[in-house]
């Protein structure tokens, strides 16, 4: 079954401990993004990656950190969660050319204390 | 001003009503339109495309005004299986495949 896999779907933890989510595809899609979503502001995109080795800020990268070394993985890195990260994280992917949406992961509700 | 607006509501419907939600953007570059639907807590999916020609899936109809830069969503018939929230989708002219979302509309239909 074609899907995006992101892991935890839950998780709390506490303020500066280094946390990572990760993000898997079996599309062979070239374009993967990290999304949060708050209240009253929609998805907002973090980080994109174009391909392997290609990632670049999107529109609130603050805190956070990628790496794509592999097609198919994508992992969020929070280096030192603080509590304005808690939110609801959406991994999504897609082939790079085309009018096509995006399949997205079912999300990581993460909050920090 | 955010680049997708899009009415919060709730619409709360009765079943078998019609229902309108529309969305206007405000980037002229944008290229391509979608409709998702997210359920509560869940991942967004996608509804439908949006064409220049306006089209239609079953109960659901988009339309499209380029000149206007505005979007719009009609469901007919409303179900109770229909109670979502509907976000709209611009995706703008460009070498990669970046998706703008609107914050989104909640449609509530009840018996």
């Known amino acids: 079954e074609a899907q995006v896999t992101q892991n935890p779907r839950y998780l709390i933890t506490v303020t500066g401990k280094k946390l990572t989510v990760t993000c898997s595809q079996n599309?062979?899609?070239?374009?993967m993004s990290w999304y949060r979503q708050d209240p009253g502001l929609g998805l907002r995109q973090i980080y994109y990656?174009?391909?392997?080795?290609?990632?670049d800020k999107g529109d609130v990268p603050e805190g956070y950190k990628v790496s794509r070394k592999e097609k198919r993985n994508f992992p969020l890195i929070l280096e030192s969660p603080s509590p304005n990260q808690t939110s609801l994280y959406f991994c999504?992917?897609?082939?790079?050319?085309?009018?096509?949406?995006?399949?997205f992961g079912s999300g990581t509700r993460l909050t920090v204390v | 001003r955010k680049e997708v607006e899009q009415d919060p509501g709730p619409f709360n419907v009765p079943e078998g009503a019609t229902v309108a939600f529309n969305c206007t953007y405000s980037?002229?570059?944008?290229?391509?339109f979608f409709w998702y639907r997210q359920d509560c807590r869940k991942e967004p999916k996608l509804l439908m495309s949006?064409?220049?020609s306006g089209n239609e899936d079953g109960r659901f109809t988009a339309q499209l005004n380029r000149a206007s830069q505005y979007i719009s969503l009609l469901i007919r018939d409303s179900k109770l299986s229909d109670s979502a929230t509907y976000l709209c989708?611009?995706?703008?002219?460009?070498?990669?495949?970046?998706?703008?979302f609107g914050a989104g509309t909640r449609l509530a239909v009840h018996p």
């Open positions: 980037n002229s570059a944008s290229q391509s």
């Open positions: 999504a992917s897609s082939f790079r050319r085309g009018a096509e949406g995006y399949t």
């Open positions: 949006v064409y220049s």
């Open positions: 599309m062979n899609h070239e374009y």
């Open positions: 990656s174009m391909n392997v080795e290609v990632t």
């Open positions: 989708v611009v995706r703008h002219s460009g070498g990669y495949n970046k998706l703008i």
